[in-house]
């Protein structure tokens, strides 16, 4: 996969992260989640930051998922174990972020994105923006512990077992409806909603800010269980390994999972 890269700019009061990889839609490299990790412990350790916005790079998609070439090396469930503490720890200190954080959607939020987007406050989108994590259909993996409170109590349940559970994408207007995006707007005026939405978030008490999400986080993940068996029951499976394998090799079906 070509190389891509996670921008970083500060502007007064406000952060913002661009995932810049147009070539494959944004997907997100080994180094670019490590880079996301980096750059949100930044944001967390600036008190002058009070407002931090994620979008994409093109205007074709926010993140289109990750980049799975290492998954064909996979041999043990142990190793899908440590991808996913990995993938726990990058997601944790975007979680951690203090300050209101948005995600502007452009296009497709698939995987990744969807996490990525659902860790943030607020969310906006274009009208064709579509969200999902169909990993059922594709490679057959599984999310942590974390990444299912985190989405599910973003989008609600019943949606996200549609994404996962189905393997649906959900349009802008459904989710819209749901509550899980607080608007749509067109491309021409998202630039200007989000200049808006920046300025009322770093209008508001950082301390307000700061308590409130501390203590929706430890709402969220405070007592989550302990599933690293499933995790590596899935990863150490010939299912996952057939899957990766049919994905790398743009095999357009279905794998024929077995359950083994």
């Known amino acids: 996969m070509s190389q891509g890269r996670i921008l970083f700019e500060r502007r007064g009061h406000e952060a913002h992260i661009r995932f810049d990889h147009t070539a494959a839609h944004n997907a997100l490299?080994?180094?670019?989640?490590?880079?996301?990790?980096?750059?949100?412990?930044?944001?967390?350790?600036?008190?002058?930051?009070?407002?931090?916005?994620?979008?994409?790079?093109?205007?074709?998609?926010f993140i289109s998922g990750t980049d799975i070439t290492k998954f064909a090396d996979y041999e043990t469930?142990?190793?899908?174990?440590?991808y996913e503490r990995e993938i726990d720890e990058c997601m944790a200190a975007v979680d951690a972020i203090p300050c209101t954080t948005i995600a502007?959607?452009?296009?497709?939020?698939?995987?990744?994105?969807?996490?990525?987007?659902?860790?943030?406050?607020?969310?906006?989108?274009?009208?064709?923006?579509?969200?999902?994590?169909?990993?059922?259909?594709?490679?057959?993996n599984c999310l942590s512990a974390a990444s299912v409170a985190r989405i599910g109590g973003a989008v609600g349940v019943q949606f996200a077992k549609r994404m996962v559970l189905m393997g649906e994408f959900l349009t802008a207007d459904q989710l819209l409806a749901s509550g899980f995006l607080l608007k749509i707007?067109?491309?021409?005026?998202?630039?200007?909603?989000?200049?808006?939405?920046?300025?009322?978030?770093?209008?508001?008490?950082?301390?307000t800010t700061r308590v409130t999400k501390e203590t929706i986080r430890r709402m969220t993940f405070g007592d989550l269980p302990e599933i690293e068996d499933l995790i590596a029951q899935v990863y150490g499976s010939a299912d996952f390994r057939r899957g990766v394998a049919d994905f790398l090799a743009k095999t357009k079906r279905v794998p024929d999972w077995t359950g083994d």
């Open 29 to 61: 490299t080994g180094q670019m989640w490590i880079d996301l990790r980096d750059a949100a412990r930044a944001i967390a350790g600036d008190p002058a930051i009070r407002v931090a916005t994620f979008r994409g790079s093109g205007g074709k998609a």
């Open 104 to 140: 502007v959607v452009e296009g497709w939020a698939v995987g990744g994105g969807l996490n990525i987007s659902a860790a943030c406050d607020f969310r906006i989108a274009t009208e064709d923006a579509k969200f999902g994590s169909p990993i059922g259909r594709t490679i057959g």
């Open 185 to 207: 707007a067109a491309r021409e005026a998202i630039d200007a909603e989000l200049a808006a939405l920046c300025a009322r978030a770093s209008e508001n008490a950082p301390l």
């Open 77 to 82: 469930g142990a190793q899908g174990v440590a």
